[in-house]
């Protein structure tokens, strides 16, 4: 071995140690702080629209849901979780739903799905274009009249004399049922429905803009308020709730399959690209939430067991050598320990 080679391989040796100073320790806190505020300065002076194009950030985004969206750890976990937060439930009397949920936002979100007039009336306008709901309907309102005409029969039947009357007249009406099913009086039961849905409407248009509905449903949410969260389990069961979750992550997981979820990700992406283009890079942390503290802080939170443990098996100073060494062997580096 040439004496250059000698003093590459010491020069290799100490450029590892001091890199492997360089991280343990509190000296790793020293250095996270000033390679943080180093890279925060130079991205003081890079433009994120410089850097990163729309058709790029349109990809990664899409990359995101995608691949992660869809990863088998988020598939996995699902479940587990809402398994999890269900027995937290289930044993927590602590808190209150009002300790959990602020008042004052839930008042304003009623608030405004009543005061949502366009809506309700379109949705009130597709509803009568279902055969099917109108039967519903139909059958909704002959349960209101006939558990009326019940009540009012059974206080009658009570009079002496009304019970046979009233025998008489239901033996009619059946006679008469049994002639419409087979006359033209059977076509008017399509129309009927029709007729029952757009009563039904507009009662219930009627109730969402008159009647005090939001102040009702404020009463509703103050009287579980004060309650423990363990008795929303009353509500579901934990398969229930599992099913639930379930049912809403394939949903999810389908519809960012589909192209036109995909038209509304670039469009999100292309708005956001418009308002913070012109950002510096580290301009943009503010925005975020972030600073430089944070940044250093959750480095420092998981940095030093990774790099203990990657020090520990020598994984760590083998990677730093592989690195270096190519410089230090390299024959202009032997040259110049050579005197040439």
Known sequence: M??????????????????LAEVTGDRFAEVIARDVAAVLAVGDTIVFGDVVSLAQGEETVATVFDR????????????????????????????????????????????????????????????????????????FVDKLIGDFMQANRERAEKIPGVSSLMSLGQ??????????D??????????????ALKRTNNAIRDMLRDAPVHSAAM????????????????????????????ICYEIAVTTREKEYFGMLVRECVEVFYTRYSKHTLSAMLPE??????????????????VIESAKANGVLAGLIRERLEPFFFSEQVLGILGGK
């Open 171 to 180: 033996s009619a009406a059946n006679r008469a049922k049994k002639v419409a």
């Open 219 to 246: 009463e509703f949410w103050d009287l579980h308020a004060d309650e423990p969260v363990a008795g929303l389990r009353e509500y579901l069961t934990q398969k229930d709730l599992n099913e639930l979750v379930q």
């Open 68 to 139: 992660i969206g869809g990863s088998p750890v988020i598939a996995d976990t699902v479940g587990i979780f809402s398994d999890a937060i269900y027995d937290h439930i289930a044993s927590n009397t602590e808190y209150t739903l009002g300790d959990v949920v602020d008042r004052e936002p839930v008042e304003a979100l009623l608030e405004k799905i009543f005061g949502m007039h366009q809506a309700q009336e379109r949705i009130l306008d597709r509803l009568t274009e279902s055969p099917l709901v109108a039967t519903v309907a139909a059958r």
């Open 288 to 305: 975020l939430g972030l600073t430089a503290d944070d940044i250093g802080a959750e480095i420092l939170r998981y940095g030093p067991a």
């Open 182 to 195: 087979s006359t033209f009086v059977g076509d008017l039961a399509g129309k009927g429905a029709l007729f």
């Open 2 to 19: 040439t004496q250059a080679r000698q003093i590459a391989e010491r020069l290799l040796d100490a450029q590892v140690d001091f890199l």
